[in-house]
T-cell receptor, first 114, second 111 residues
Framework: DVKVTQSSRYLVKRTGEKVFLECVQD?????MFWYRQDPGLGLRLIYF???????EKGDIPEGYSVSREKKERFSLILESASTNQTSMYLC?????????????FGSGTRLTVV | GEDVEQSLFLSVREGDSSVINCTYT??????LYWYKQEPGAGLQLLTY?????DMKQDQRLTVLLNKKDKHLSLRIADTQTGDSAIYFC???????????FGRGTSLIVHP
């Protein structure tokens, strides 16, 4: 069964901490994405990557950075966590050469910043 | 306004049909999608329809596409309590491989 795996389901961090959210996919997908999901706001794209070492800003990149050193792994970094980054974070991947470009999502990481 | 619009809530009785509606803005979108998110989980691709189709059926699911009105709907026949979830409509604008999502419709199924 193909999968996108996010390393943590729940995280609690303190304001100002550096936070790493990890995502690994085993489907050899070129594209990987990080979204945050907040009630009433739906999904908002933070960053995406279409190849190793490549990254593009999404709609809300401020306060975040990403790293993609290997094709299967895409990390989201909160340089200095703040309370307004408390959210559900979703990782996804997709194939570029696909009939539908549909996403496969991970189960999500619920981050609380206190 | 939003690019992809959906109503936020829908409540149905178990056994009835559910119809979740969505409007989108980009007539050049080649694919339109429905994703399902169960509580505490990520999104799961439920079905998709190519823009040259009017309808797609898959067991209890029927997707209808009206390109003229840029309207997409998802019908779930014989709705069960296990269908309770948030349903997201999405389009890939301009053929992009990055979908634009609606805010999601929470489907509540009651006995």
């Amino acid at each position: 069964d193909v999968k996108v795996t996010q390393s943590s389901r729940y995280l609690v961090k303190r304001t100002g901490e550096k936070v790493f959210l990890e995502c690994v996919q085993d489907m050899d997908h070129e594209n990987m994405f990080w979204y945050r999901q907040d009630p009433g706001l739906g999904l908002r794209l933070i960053y995406f990557s279409y190849d190793v070492k490549m990254k593009e800003k999404g709609d809300i990149p401020e306060g975040y950075s990403v790293s993609r050193e290997k094709k299967e792994r895409f990390s989201l970094i909160l340089e200095s966590a703040s309370t307004n980054q408390t959210s559900m974070y979703l990782c996804a991947s997709s194939l570029t050469d696909s009939t539908s470009y549909g996403y496969t999502f991970g189960s999500g990481t619920r981050l609380t910043v206190v | 306004g939003e690019d992809v619009e959906q109503s936020l809530f829908l409540s149905v009785r178990e056994g009835d049909s559910s119809v979740i509606n969505c409007t989108y803005t980009d007539s050049s979108s080649t694919y339109l999608y429905w994703y399902k998110q169960e509580p505490g989980a990520g999104l799961q691709l439920l079905t998709y329809i190519f823009s040259n189709m009017d309808m797609k059926q898959d067991q209890r699911l029927t997707v209808l596409l009206n390109k003229k009105d840029k309207h997409l709907s998802l019908r779930i026949a014989d709705t069960q309590t296990g269908d309770s979830a948030i349903y997201f409509c999405a389009e890939n604008r301009g053929g992009s491989y990055i979908p634009t999502f609606g805010r999601g419709t929470s489907l509540i199924v009651h006995p």
